[in-house]
């Protein structure tokens, strides 16, 4: 089994040793750099499988850094919640994005799904096979991966977003109300509130938009929402 090299660059000495502990744990290999300048001549001489990136670094910023970066799967760490700042950064080139503070757990999963999407790219054939996959409107939700793709492009979404899309795929054309929605997640998502709700279904919509161009998820003022198929 393939070892695979995390690169960490973040100035904050605490964070980073949290995050290299727990990543050598689960059987990574793990490099650091403590600014963006530092980033750069590291990258020069090594290529990691996966970057987590810090956007506010020394010298060069994490955003500034982003160009440089090419295609080397990237997760941006940042406390910065703004949706605007999150939906630029993932058109420009990041893989995904994750909130701080996170929880370790959450964050060692989206590392595991990226790079398990890129395997299955650059393999012809896969050694994983999911049986649980979901198919509708062209778009298909892979509930294990946590991940979904349409038009030869791939997304990974985060835990909430996978229970809502599954949801409402698994429904299509037909509007679920938002009580019903939260109902039906409260047990793996039980942080999703009405108010949070909003603001999932608006993050799915921009993901799956990026995939194919299309709005497959529709609003049903004084209802819900329901996928388009």
Do not use: W
């Amino acid at each position: 089994m393939k070892k695979y090299c995390i690169m960490i660059v973040d100035d904050d000495v605490n964070i980073g040793n949290m995050l290299q502990e727990a990543l050598e744990k689960n059987n990574y290999s793990v490099i650091r750099a403590y600014s963006g300048t530092e980033a750069l001549m590291v990258l020069e001489k090594t290529k990691p499988d996966l970057i987590l990136l810090d956007l506010m670094l020394p010298g060069l910023t994490g955003e500034e850094l982003m160009p440089h970066l090419k295609k080397t799967l990237t997760i941006v760490m940042s406390a910065n919640s703004d949706i605007e700042s999150k939906v630029r950064l993932l058109y420009n080139g990041a893989s995904d994005y994750i909130t701080k503070p996170f929880v370790i757990s959450e964050l060692l999963a989206r590392v595991a799904a990226q790079l398990r999407l890129a395997n299955s790219d650059n393999e012809e054939s896969s050694s994983y096979v999911s049986d649980n996959k979901i198919n509708v409107g062209g778009v298909t939700l892979d509930p294990d991966l946590m991940s979904v793709s349409a038009n030869g492009k791939n997304a990974v979404l985060t835990r909430t977003e996978e229970a809502i899309l599954h949801i409402l795929m698994n429904n299509p054309n037909r509007p679920l109300g938002r009580s019903t929605i939260l109902d039906r997640i409260s047990l793996s998502t039980p942080d999703c509130t009405e108010r949070s709700l909003k603001q999932h279904i608006f993050n799915l919509r921009k993901k799956l938009q990026a995939l194919d161009g299309v709005d497959h998820i529709e609003t049903i003022y004084g209802i819900g929402f329901k996928y388009k198929s």
